[in-house]
């Protein structure tokens, strides 16, 4: 089955830097890959997503990007700001069937 | 608030012990999926439904079984309960379960196995 791997665990950066958040899969079948955030005593929120037929998406100061060769995919957030800090999954799915997620990344903004 | 409702919020019970859980979708989602959330396992997909037939599964476990019913809420039942399976368990719906619909998560329901 598809196994989804995500960098890093934690991430603590200063308000205003960019955060970037790494994941790789390994079916080359998943077409799909949404990103999620989830606060505390929520659930998961989708932010951003993308398709294997797409480099690249921006919506504002978030943007994903996908390497279909290298089966990876990565999550950037511009102008950090403290209410970004969160727990961001990522996951890769084919055709919406079947979900696998990474293990988590941590945000922390520092004001 | 996404819409999608679960119930009961907090669940404890004993080992060896069967409960159920509920999830009502969005109005109009037809597919609806289950999750695990466990600390040391992250997010992981159990099984998916679309308009009441099974359409995917995952790491669900024997012990463990949905339905997806007419009116479109699913049930998840969880039976010979250890302490492994304490966790928060989430459902998502989305329109049709195709790779550009957005899931809607709910607030999740904490099982704790005692």
């Known amino acids: 089955g598809e196994n989804v791997e995500q960098h890093p665990s934690t991430l603590s950066v200063q308000e205003g830097d960019s955060a970037v958040i790494k994941c790789t899969y390994s079916?080359?079948?998943?077409?799909?890959f949404p990103w999620y955030k989830q606060e505390l005593g929520k659930g998961p929120q989708l932010i951003i997503d993308?398709?294997?037929?797409?480099g690249e998406k921006k919506d504002q100061r978030i943007a994903v990007t996908l390497n279909k060769t290298a089966k990876h995919f990565s999550l950037h957030i511009t102008e950090t700001q403290p209410e970004d800090s969160a727990v961001y999954f990522c996951?890769?799915?084919?055709?919406?069937?079947?979900?696998?997620f990474g293990t988590g990344t941590s945000l922390t903004v520092i004001p | 608030d996404s819409g999608v409702t679960q119930t009961p919020k907090h669940l404890i019970t004993a080992t060896g012990q069967r409960v159920t859980l509920r999830c009502s979708p969005r109005?109009?989602?037809?597919?609806v999926y289950w999750y695990q959330q466990s600390l040391d396992q992250g997010l992981q997909f159990l099984i998916q439904?679309?308009?009441?037939?099974?359409?995917a599964k995952g790491n669900i476990l024997e012990r463990f079984s949905a339905q997806q019913f007419p009116d479109l809420h699913s049930e998840l039942n969880l039976s010979s309960l250890e302490l492994g399976d304490s966790a928060l368990y989430f459902c998502?719906?989305?329109?049709?379960?195709?790779?550009?619909?957005?899931?809607?998560f709910g607030p999740g329901t904490r099982l704790t196995v005692l």
């Open positions: 998502a719906s989305s329109v049709s379960g195709r790779e550009h619909n957005e899931q809607f």
């Open positions: 079916d080359s079948a998943s077409n799909y």
């Open positions: 993308i398709r294997s037929n797409v």
């Open positions: 996951a890769a799915s084919i055709s919406g069937n079947q979900f696998y």
């Open positions: 109005s109009g989602d037809l597919s």
């Open positions: 439904y679309y308009n009441g037939e099974e359409r």
